[in-house]
Every structure is written in structure tokens, then in C-alpha cells.
Nanobody, 122 residues
Framework: QVQLVESGGGLVQAGGSLRLSCAAS????????MGWFRQAPGKEREFVAT????????YYAVAVKGRFTISRDNAKNTVYLEMINLKPEDTAVYYC???????????????WGQGTQVTVSS
């Protein structure tokens, strides 16, 4: 069982930056692939980024590639999402998730956090 708690969301102007954190507790955090997803009002939850258990492999959605960076610190049981050059269309609730491997499908993840709101004003 893994418990995940996101933080770092907020209100930012277009072009600004934010750093999201996801703190994990429970067993064997370092053995899980981690992902970030987001869900805007009225839309389905969508994949943002994923990172392998050791940080050696990452993958991004086309919409965020080059602007977002996923990283992890297994010693701190934390995964991060650095976001720069934010756009109004990035506005959503951002969720972190833990699963077996680096995956893009929502259904492939086993554990989810409660989410943190990111709002980008134009």
C-alpha cells in the first residue's frame, strides 16, 4: 500500500512556473513507476508524465514536452513535476500516481493522490 499526497499547486500567470511535489508513504516507493496526470473541469483525466522506478526513464505528453520535467528522489520518497512557461490550458487538478512500470494509461496505476489545483491565468 502506498499513500500519496500532492502539494505545490496554486494560481500563476501565463508564462509562470510551479513545482509540484508528491510525497509517498508506505512500502517500497522506490520500486514503483510514478506518473503525473491532470483533469480539467468537464474533461477526462489525462496523462502528463511518467518516470521509472530509478529515474532512468521518463516520458511526456506532447502537450507538455519541453515545458514540464518529472523527477524523483527515492531517498525522500518524493516525485516532482517542474512546470515552466505555463499556459491557461494547463489549468487542471494535478494527480500523482504509483504503478508497476512507466505507463500512460490511467487504469495502469495502482495508487493515487488526492490532487492539487493548478490555475493559470491569461
Amino acid at each position: 500500500q502506498v499513500q500519496l499526497v500532492e502539494s505545490g499547486g496554486g494560481l500563476v500567470q501565463a508564462g509562470g512556473s510551479l513545482r509540484l511535489s508528491c510525497a509517498a508513504s508506505g512500502r517500497a516507493f522506490g520500486s514503483y513507476g510514478m506518473g503525473w496526470f491532470r483533469q480539467a473541469p468537464g474533461k477526462e483525466r489525462e496523462f502528463v508524465a511518467t518516470i521509472s522506478w530509478n529515474g532512468g526513464s521518463t516520458y511526456y505528453a506532447v502537450a507538455v514536452k519541453g515545458r514540464f520535467t518529472i523527477s524523483r528522489d527515492n531517498a525522500k520518497n518524493t516525485v516532482y513535476l517542474e512546470m515552466i512557461n505555463l499556459k491557461p490550458e494547463d489549468t487542471a487538478v494535478y494527480y500523482c500516481a504509483a504503478g508497476r512500470g512507466t505507463m500512460v494509461a490511467v487504469g495502469a496505476y495502482l495508487y493515487w493522490g488526492q490532487g492539487t489545483q493548478v490555475t493559470v491565468s491569461s
